[in-house]
Nanobody, 125 residues
């Protein structure tokens, strides 16, 4: 069973930066498809970024494009999300997700069967 543990969330001011980490365990190698999502109370979970592993084309939600960067370190079995130029609307609980199979052509929350517990990001104006 895949286990995912997020860390790195914090409270920052608008324009600041954070790097989130997702430690992967329970599998021989990192899952073939991994991604980041975020969610606020009363709202559905939103797509943020995804990437195939060990390497491949990445995909980002329009509102984080050119500000966020998804990456990995296979030696450390860790997925990252570098977030720059943070905005108050980026405030959310951020989740790491994984699926064993390759990333599908279309991107959906239902693609991912394994989820972390979430890490809170709060951006003040």
């Amino acid at each position: 069973q895949v286990r995912l543990v997020e860390s790195g969330g914090d409270s920052v001011q608008a324009g600041g930066s954070l790097r989130l980490s997702c430690a992967v365990s329970g599998v021989r190698i990192m899952p073939a498809c991994m991604g980041w999502f975020r969610q606020n109370p009363g709202k559905e979970r939103e797509k943020v970024a995804r990437m195939p592993t060990p390497a491949g084309r990445t995909q980002y939600a329009n509102d984080v494009l050119d500000r966020f960067l998804i990456s990995r370190d296979s030696a450390k079995s860790t997925l990252y999300l570098q977030m720059d130029y943070l905005k108050p609307e980026d405030t959310a609980l951020y989740y790491c997700a994984a699926r064993i199979e390759d990333c599908p052509w279309l991107w959906s929350t239902t693609d991912f069967g394994f989820w972390g517990q979430g890490t809170q990001v709060t951006v003040s104006s």
